[in-house]
Structures are given as C-alpha cells and as structure tokens.
C-alpha cells in the first residue's frame, strides 16, 4: 500500500477514502512503516496551531519525520499507554467501518490498550451504562449511552466548577472595590452559565472563563491567582464527566455527535505525534531529533507550551517512569534495525541528555 502525499484538505476528502484503503497487514514494525509516505493524516483538531473546523470527520495532513512515532505499540512518554501508528488507526476505522454501530463497544475493547486515561475512563463509563441497563432500556449504540449518562455526569462537572467560583470569588472580595465589582459581575453571569443544562452550554462556559481571565487587575499576585483558577476548570482533556457531558451534546454545528464520531474520538488522539522537549514556540527548544520525543497526540496537546519542568512536576512518578519506558523501547527498535535510518543511531543517548539539560540534572532517564 502507498499514500502519496495530498496537498489540501480537499485533496484528502477527493482521493483518500478510508473504504478503498487496502486492509494494512497485522505487522506495524517500523520497516512497514517506513514504506510509506513522511506524511501522517492526522483526526480532528489535534494538529498544533492550525485552525480548522475540527467537528467534520476529515482527515488532515501533518508532516511528521519522526520515525519512532511511526512504531506502533510504543509507550507514551506522558501517560504510559500504548500509541497508534497512522496504519493501526485506519485498521481500526476499517473495523468501524465494516460493522453496525451497536458493535462499535466491541471493535473500540479490542483497542482500549491504547485509549489514554481520560477516554479509558469514559469508555468504562459507557461500558458500565449499557451492562447495567437490561432488556428494553438497553442502549446498544455509543451515543444513546452517552446520553444516559450526561445527567449525573453534568451534575459532577457542575460540582467541581462551582468549586472554582467559589475560590475566584473570595478573590475578588480581596480585590480593590472596582475590579472587585467587575470580577463579582462576571462570576454572575458564569454561574448562570454553569447551571444551565442546555447542550450547548459547554461552549459558553469556556468564553466566559477566558473572559474573566481577561479582566485587570493591577495586583500581579492577585492577577496570577486569578489566572490559575481559570485554568483549572476541568475540560473534555482533563475528565470523564466532561468528556461526557461534551459528547453526549452537541458539535459546534448544533449537530448531535454521532455513534461514529464519539468512537472515533475515542481513539484518535492516541495517535503518535511528534513533541519537542524544549518546547518549540516558548522555549526556542530546536527542530531536531535529539529535542523529539514522540507522544500522544492527545497528550501533546495537553502539554502544549509548558515548560518541560512544569510537565514534568505536574505527575513526576508517571512522567519519570512514561518517559523511561519509552526510551527503553525507542532504544530496542533502533539497536534492533527496525528503526532503519543511521541519523537515529545516538537518539536515545543525545534526546535523554536534552532532557538532562534543560532539567539542569534534576531529571535523569535511567535506561
Ligand atoms: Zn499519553
């Protein structure tokens, strides 16, 4: 099989169509891999900074070189589960393909190794929904279970951002009598916001987070504080019950998220991508190999423009023992030639030494 690179979008949507794709074979070494084209076709809206419509199921190109993320089955450096190549993605979207959308619970468990913990949480929510569901009720697709559980999890969510309101306004009530009274009229309006139950009220919610963490104020502590807490509401990357509550409503388009789509998403940001250690836009970390890692798309996205020691600190067991076990593995398929490309001989040796580096030898990778 061959994917020659496409250009647009439109490209993609002309030639590239996922029931013409020749089933892959079951091996995903890295030779396999490397047969193909340099290009990945990347889901959703999981590609950096590119801007996009993300709730269309099309496809995307994004270039990537980075040959230890075209390995299947390597452990992600930030979550510890297992990644997808491009090939074990279109398998798994051929297996969607081929059946009924009530056996999509079947196709997604024989994958769920991959799921990182977020969407395994939320899969083993939907798993538990339709179990315990018997007979008449029994919801057989992913969306109708989605929708089951979308009350109690709606209630959750609602639990731990009032929480969140509660702490921005015993900050305002230290703020000086103006910015304090803008801050409480905000928070107001939030509230009202985040008690509502309308499918579409996910979306408000986050302008009217970004909004406040917009306001002035003159204290820079204060300021910072302020900042932090907005961060802190959890999204659909953060937890199940947002997750749930997300995909149980509606798309962007006022549409309903589809079986299919929620199968998908599921899966996709499990999808190998290319992370920069020093990262690229923020810390001038260099386009090259020795300053890659290779991590979930989903993971990547969620480390985004930290600093490599935020990241890191942030879960220092799981990150220490992620990232040994995936340059443990990095290091098996090169020194085994399954990475078949003199450039990645020293890979290992010179990315764990970035990491020394920019840690300034707080961080060591024991191999
Ligand atoms: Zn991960």
Known sequence: MRISPLQTNKDINNK?????????????????????????????????????????NELFEVPSHFLIGKCGDVPCPACGRKMLN????????EELNAVDESEYINVLEKWQDYMMPVELQAFEDIKQTIKKHTDMRKPNDLRTALVILRHSKLTQLQAIQMRRVKKMRSLAKSLPE???AVLMAKLEKLQKIIKKTGEESPFRRKIM?????????????KYKKLQDIAASFPTSNDIDSAWIVKYSGKNKLGEDWTSYDIALRLLAPSIANTD????????????????????????????????????????KKLRQQSMEDYFKKADELISSGQVDNPKYTDYVAKATETIREVSKGKVEIKL
């Not at 987070?209 to 502590?221: E, G, L």
């Open 86 to 93: 491009q090939n074990q993605f279109l398998q798994f979207k």
């Open 276 to 315: 920069h250690i020093l990262a690229y836009s923020t810390e001038q970390g260099h386009d090259d190999i020795t300053n890659y890692m290779s991590m979930h798309t989903g993971c990547n996205t969620r480390k985004s423009n930290k600093s490599f020691l935020q990241w890191y600190y942030e879960d």
């Open 209 to 221: 987070i970004d909004k406040i963490s917009k306001i002035k104020i003159k204290n820079p502590i």
């Open 16 to 56: 590239f169509s996922f029931n013409s794709v020749q089933k892959p074979k079951q091996n995903f070494n890295c030779k396999t891999i490397n047969n193909l084209s340099n290009y990945y076709y990347l889901p959703l809206s999981f590609s950096g900074n590119r801007t996009y419509s993300s709730d269309k």
């Open 178 to 180: 103006e910015e304090k």
